[in-house]
């Protein structure tokens, strides 16, 4: 069986942006079916969430946020380590569907929100160190406060998704029209 190599990739980084959205955005939704939803759609055992988990997930994303909005590297480096001391973490290899060999770094007992709270703090912060701040921040639609991360080959990336960056570009490019029409007028 092959070791499957996810890195910052992982579902993890996809979950964290996904649970920072739902928890803190204007528009999000936090409730209980909504956040199975995020761990069902990123992979984690979205079985396992209990009801009196939602809290502690509704935590973790208020907590992530200021991670999304840090402009400095230190910044963001020191609230990804002062986490780390928090979170229990105990890295290890695991094997099971359908990820096949990969890391885990929660301590093999943790319930389910120690375990998402470990993997999004490890894959954030592989992140972090491959890339700096350049691959994450708050979308630049004026209006829209949700979070993202760029996972992308290029790393280009500054709006939460293709509508916000459609948007943009529309509106800029009829200001720039309007600029050249008031020019020949």
Known sequence: MATQITGYKSKAVAAAVALVNAVTTTEGDDSEDALREILRDNEFFWQQLETGDVESFREWGRTLRPFFEAEELMDAAELLNDLM??????????????????????????????R???????KLSELVCAYGLGRTGVCAADGCDNVYADTSKAGRRR?????????TNVAAFRARKRTVDDRTA
């Open 159 to 167: 709006f939460c998704s293709e509508a916000c960056a459609n948007r």
């Open 85 to 114: 001391l928090r979170i229990p973490m105990h890295p290890h290899i695991s094997n099971h569907e359908p990820h096949g060999v990969h890391m885990h770094y929660a301590p093999p007992s943790s319930r389910l929100p120690d």
């Open 116 to 122: 998402f709270r470990a993997a999004t703090l490890m």
